[in-house]
């Protein structure tokens, strides 16, 4: 299980709030079928609530089939679907640019596409962090340095390049491909949109754009629910790094906004509509 969140929305029921949290996961294969989660008191602990509350939270998974009691106390993830190998194929091949603030949901809502499609899913973050902590390290930086002048001009171009390549080799051998990355300098960028659309345009493919929208407390909220280090300086000076942010930014082009706030649909749901949105019913 992820690491300890204490902050839910006292504005919603708790309950329903959990029950996405852990239906979210389960989509997005970061709890397995026939895992076993952890008891009713340790998910109380973890979510800051009571225990009556996480039962209720059960309850409705229950009702959906996708957790299941094997005995008095323990409950496991009933996914069998997760083991199911789903593609769709379209007659020519989509790239799917998913964007957002850190903490949006951006490789939540990009397993969960790729769960749905069986396309490829390109994270940046994945592909590219090993390499840049050891560069970083390397040239005397902390690993989690994403601020300094070095990092934004050196290396950040060097992470979207290699993200772009291997989507671009994908593409040129016919298949779709999921993108997860920030994007916030590329998404405002009207010549890098339109020489990208021009290159996947060139191999056969559409390019959609997808922008991760989430609110200030959903955001806080998740980025301390990842325990990530490369955040440690966003989580000291919070207000700060809200200023210089839009949380309201959108994409100068046309695109597709996915609502992650803690109260909004489930990703699954969410991620179907966007695929009927960019393939045609027909397909999905």
């Known amino acids: 299980m992820p690491p300890p969140d204490q902050g839910l929305d006292r504005s919603e029921a708790l309950h329903l709030q959990i029950a996405r949290k852990i239906r979210n996961d389960i989509e997005a294969g970061v709890l397995r079928d026939g895992e076993a989660l952890p008891s009713t008191r340790k998910l109380a602990d973890r979510w800051d609530v009571s225990v009556f509350t996480v039962s209720e939270a059960m309850k409705v998974l229950a009702a959906e089939g996708i957790v299941v009691s094997t005995s008095r106390s323990r409950r496991v ?3 069998p679907d997760q083991l199911l190998r789903t593609e769709i194929r379209p007659a020519k091949p989509h790239v799917v640019l998913v964007g957002g603030y850190a903490g949006s949901g951006k490789s939540e809502l990009g397993k969960v ?4 499609t069986g396309w490829p899913l390109i994270d940046k973050d994945t592909l590219t962090r090993p390499i840049l902590e050891a560069a970083l390290e390397l040239i005397g930086l902390s690993p989690n340095d994403r601020e300094s002048d070095t990092y934004l001009k050196l290396m950040r171009p060097r992470e979207y390049e290699a993200t772009m390549a291997t989507a671009v080799e994908n593409v040129a051998c016919g298949n779709s491909v999921i993108l997860a990355a920030p994007f916030l300098r590329e998404f405002q960028d009207h010549a890098w949109l339109d020489r990208t659309q021009a290159k996947f345009a060139d191999l ?3 390019m959609h754009l997808v922008w991760v929208y989430c609110d200030e407390d959903s955001m806080h909220r998740y980025i301390r629910q990842r325990g990530a280090a490369r955040d440690n300086g966003k989580l000291a000076d919070w207000s700060a790094y809200l200023a210089g942010i839009d949380i309201d930014f959108r994409p100068p082009v046309h695109h ?7 109260s909004s649909a489930p990703l699954q749901s969410q991620a179907k509509d966007l695929l009927k949105d960019v393939l045609g019913e027909g397909l999905i």
């Open 77 to 79: 993830v009933n996914a």
């Open 113 to 116: 596409l790729a769960r749905q």
């Open 204 to 206: 056969g493919a559409r």
């Open 256 to 262: 597709h906004v996915v609502n992650n706030c803690v």
